[in-house]
Every structure is written in structure tokens, then in C-alpha cells.
């Protein structure tokens, strides 16, 4: 198939897009996963790019809007809390200093401290209102604590008052789970990340979060971490082992009605239809995962797959657009 032109891109805007500052690059290379040293030393030195570089690429790309965030784990992974309240407040001042110099190109998603989920909520609501924010973007479990955790229920009431989405980003077991011994390829991107981030979103259903916060919306990255897949089963094996219900639906109702999808990482025609089909084509967004992922790999997936024009459009910009008020 014949890729398009440039100038003949169809209008995309990023979601998952990652930069990182000065004072969290040593958590990010605490556990950085195995690539060869010229590799490392590439991808910091693109995620610390807000100029030329990055923005040539999203032209490419025909990316017209990146939102921005923090590249995992972020303060996710600092034990003390005041540390990272203090962190994650540096690093979403400067990404506003960024947004501010290209406000047409650069959005962004506020980092947070959720160690104290409180102030957490206070640091979205200032990222927000004063900073311009279009929601927040938490690289899974915070030392072990997940989001669903009752403590959490301050920061998913500020967060559905604001009226804007939580992004939930892969990260690291708190502990190896024995099945990843002696395979270290399936750790991490490779599928760690996936059934964590897959297994953390359905503790947020489950639990009931989206029943006490009901307009509450969740992002999910790589076409769902497989979810999608799973509607029909996760609704048939709830009813079979619940003994206790505690949900006012079943389980595939949340999830076609408080969680979106991008297709960072995830440029395959299987993965974007069970997406559409499973979750309706209003909730399914692009997004690249840059530096991970090539901007141009992800844009030729966007302008080629096979759908209708008016889909094609809705994915590539208009969902985010709508959903971020961009």
C-alpha cells in the first residue's frame, strides 16, 4: 500500500507522547529496560527534546497536537512523599514552560505524587486551572498502593469534578509475579506491562470506583491492553464467581462507559477493530508513544488501516479533541 504524502496526512493529534526533566531521569534509569547503551543515550536524549527535533517529526507525522507526559515510573517510584510532591510540581512547571512557548502544538497531562492523594488532587486542580492542563497521566501502582485503594476516593472526586480523564500508564510489578522467572524478554513492554496495567484497571472496576464516581474517565494506552477482547468473558465469569456482588453492572458496562483507548504501540488492524467493535469508534483515540515508538510507523498505521473516512477522523484527532476539549 502507497503511503501518503505529508501534506496529505490526515490531522492527528498524541496522547502519549513522553518527555522527561533533569530531576526524574534517575528514576527512569533505576529500571530501565535492556537495550544497548547507544539506544539509552538516544532515547534520553529525545525525551528531553521539546524543540526542532520533536517537533519535525510530529510535521511528519501530520501530528498537529502532542500531549505531553512524564515518561514512567516518574515520583511513582520515590518512597518519600514529600520528595515527590515537590518533583512532580517541578517537572509539570516546567512542561507548562514548554506548552507556553508552543501552545499550538504542545498540551499537556499534570504528573502527580498520588503517595498523598490529597495533595495529589490539589496538584491537578492547580495543573488544571492555572496551568491549562487536560487531565493527568499516573504510571500504575504508587510503590504498591493502587488506585482503587479507598485512600484514592479524595483525588477520583477532584478528578471527576474537573471533569477531566486520568491516562493509567504501564509500569513495573511491585513484586515479579513467578510466571516471569527465567524469561526476562517478557518482562516489562513486552508483557509485564500489559496484564499489570490490564489487571489495575480492572481492580478500578471491580472495586466500584466507577460506581461511586460514575463520569469518571480512564485512558488506556495499546489499544486497551487487551481488554477489548475480554468483554464477553470478564461479564460471564463475574457473574460466575461473585459471590458478593458489588457492582451495578456488569463489569463490560464500565468499561464501554469510563474507559478510552489509544493505539500507542499498537499499530495493527486486529488490536484497532477489536477496539472499535468491543468499545464503539468514539472511544478509540491515536497516540504514538514517542520516543518508543517511530511517529512515522504510527502515522502510516493511521492513514492506511482500512476504515471509513469519517472513523479515520474521529480516531486520528476528533475523539481526543472532544474528550480533551482540545
Known amino acids: 500500500m502507497s503511503l501518503p504524502a505529508p501534506s496529505a496526512r490526515v490531522p492527528k493529534i498524541g496522547l502519549e507522547e513522553h518527555f522527561i526533566t533533569p530531576g526524574l531521569t534517575d528514576y527512569l534509569l533505576y529500571d530501565f529496560p535492556h537495550v544497548p547503551e547507544a539506544d539509552k543515550k538516544q532515547l534520553l536524549g529525545l525525551l528531553s527534546d521539546f524543540g526542532e527535533g520533536r517537533l519535525s517529526a510530529m510535521d511528519r507525522a501530520g501530528i498537529e497536537i502532542a500531549v505531553l507526559s512524564v515518561t514512567g515510573p516518574g515520583v511513582q517510584a520515590e518512597p518519600d512523599a514529600?520528595?515527590?510532591?515537590?518533583?512532580?510540581?517541578?517537572?509539570?512547571?516546567?512542561?507548562?514552560?514548554?506548552?507556553?512557548?508552543?501552545?499550538?502544538?504542545?498540551?499537556?497531562?499534570?504528573?502527580?505524587?498520588?503517595?498523598?492523594?490529597?495533595?495529589?488532587?490539589?496538584?491537578?486542580?492547580?495543573?488544571?486551572?492555572?496551568?491549562g492542563f487536560k487531565g493527568a497521566m499516573v504510571n500504575h501502582h504508587t510503590n504498591g498502593v493502587y488506585l482503587d485503594h479507598p485512600s484514592n476516593d479524595v483525588f477520583w472526586e477532584r478528578l471527576q469534578a474537573l471533569d477531566v480523564p486520568l491516562y493509567l500508564h504501564p509500569g513495573n510489578a511491585f513484586i515479579k509475579p513467578h510466571v516471569l522467572a527465567g524469561v526476562p524478554e517478557l518482562h516489562q513492554p513486552m508483557w509485564e506491562w500489559t496484564t499489570e496495567t490490564a489487571t489495575h484497571a480492572l481492580r478500578l472496576v471491580v472495586t466500584g470506583v466507577f460506581d461511586r464516581f460514575p463520569r469518571a474517565q480512564l485512558i488506556l494506552g495499546h489499544?486497551?491492553?487487551?481488554?477489548?477482547y475480554m468483554l464477553w468473558r470478564l461479564d460471564s465469569r463475574y457473574q460466575f464467581v461473585a459471590t458478593e456482588r458489588r457492582l451495578k453492572r456488569p463489569p463490560s458496562a464500565y468499561l464501554r462507559e469510563n474507559v478510552s483507548v489509544t493505539l500507542s504501540g499498537q499499530f495493527a488492524d486486529v488490536p484497532l477493530q477489536a477496539a472499535l467493535a468491543a468499545l464503539g469508534s468514539e472511544r478509540v483515540m491515536f497516540s504514538a508513544d514517542y520516543p518508543y515508538e517511530s511517529l512515522s510507523e504510527a502515522a502510516d498505521f493511521m492513514d492506511t488501516t482500512p476504515l471509513p473516512d469519517a472513523v479515520r477522523a474521529a480516531v486520528a484527532a476528533g475523539n481526543a479533541r472532544r474528550l480533551l476539549r482540545l
Open 82 to 131: 514529600a520528595i515527590a510532591i515537590a518533583r512532580a510540581a517541578e517537572a509539570n512547571d516546567a512542561l507548562a514552560g514548554e506548552i507556553a512557548r508552543r501552545p499550538h502544538r504542545y498540551a499537556g497531562f499534570a504528573h502527580l505524587a498520588m503517595q498523598d492523594p490529597a495533595r495529589a488532587a490539589d496538584e491537578l486542580e492547580r495543573c488544571v486551572r492555572q496551568l
Open 223 to 228: 489499544a486497551g491492553e487487551t481488554l477489548p
